[in-house]
């Protein structure tokens, strides 16, 4: 079945640092691959849609600035924390569509961030 | 508004039966999905549903009714590996998944 690749699964960063996470659909093509932010006991948040070649389209409340997306490829999105605080530590989940429109969606192991 | 309900917990037995609900209302509809998340794992995916009825998939089954805005996922046989959270989720006309909150199955021996 369709594969997401996350990386890494875990990162600690100190304070004001950039912490880069890569999502990878390893066996299809990815046109549109979502991010989620999950807190302890919470259900998903969706963070942003990524679709190929274009600029991600931000949830409210969710500064663009913040968390960069880039999806240069139809494989490979990256979501980048930038000047990390402790707040920012939680699980990055990215998820990927495969195939056609009702296809399900296929998500990555997930990156648990820990900011210090 | 779009909203999805599901009950927040659940509590079944080694071996029986349990049926996790949703209900959920959206603007358009192009699917209902169940995924499975254990503690500090991603969810993975289990069953989608776009027409009316019954799916069957090994212990697994879900079922939906486009009319009432209802579905369930169907667990026989429970195992303690079961034990985990259900998200349910709609699909709504813009392709986007509107998610519930999840029901934490608790499976007791």
């Known amino acids: 079945g369709a594969v997401v690749s996350q990386h890494p699964s875990w990162v600690i960063c100190k304070s004001g640092t950039s912490v880069k996470i890569e999502c990878r659909s390893l066996?299809?093509?990815?046109?549109?691959m979502f991010w989620y932010r999950q807190f302890p006991k919470q259900s998903l948040m969706l963070m942003a849609t990524?679709?190929?070649?274009?600029?991600?389209?931000?949830e409210q409340g969710v500064e663009k600035d913040k968390f960069l997306i880039n999806h240069a490829s139809l494989t490979l999105s990256t979501l980048t924390v930038t000047s990390a605080h402790p707040e920012d530590s939680s699980f990055y989940i990215c998820?990927?569509?495969?195939?056609?429109?009702?296809?399900?969606?296929?998500f990555g192991n997930g990156t648990r961030l820990t900011v210090t | 508004g779009q909203n999805i309900d599901q009950p927040t917990e659940m509590t079944a037995t080694e071996g029986a039966i349990v049926q996790i609900n949703c209900t959920y209302q959206t603007s358009g509809f192009n699917g209902l999905f169940w995924y499975q998340q254990h503690a500090g794992e991603a969810p993975t995916f289990l069953s989608y549903n776009v027409l009316d009825g019954l799916e069957e998939k090994g212990r697994f089954s879900s079922f939906l009714s486009r009319s009432k805005g209802y579905s369930y996922l169907l667990l026989k046989e429970l195992q303690m590996k079961d034990s985990a959270s259900y998200l349910c989720a709609a699909m709504d006309s813009n392709y986007q998944l509107i998610w519930g909150a999840g029901t934490k199955l608790i499976i007791k021996p």
């Open positions: 066996d299809f093509q990815a046109t549109t």
């Open positions: 998820s990927a569509i495969s195939g056609g429109e009702n296809s399900p969606l296929h």
């Open positions: 990524s679709n190929e070649g274009s600029k991600a389209t931000y």
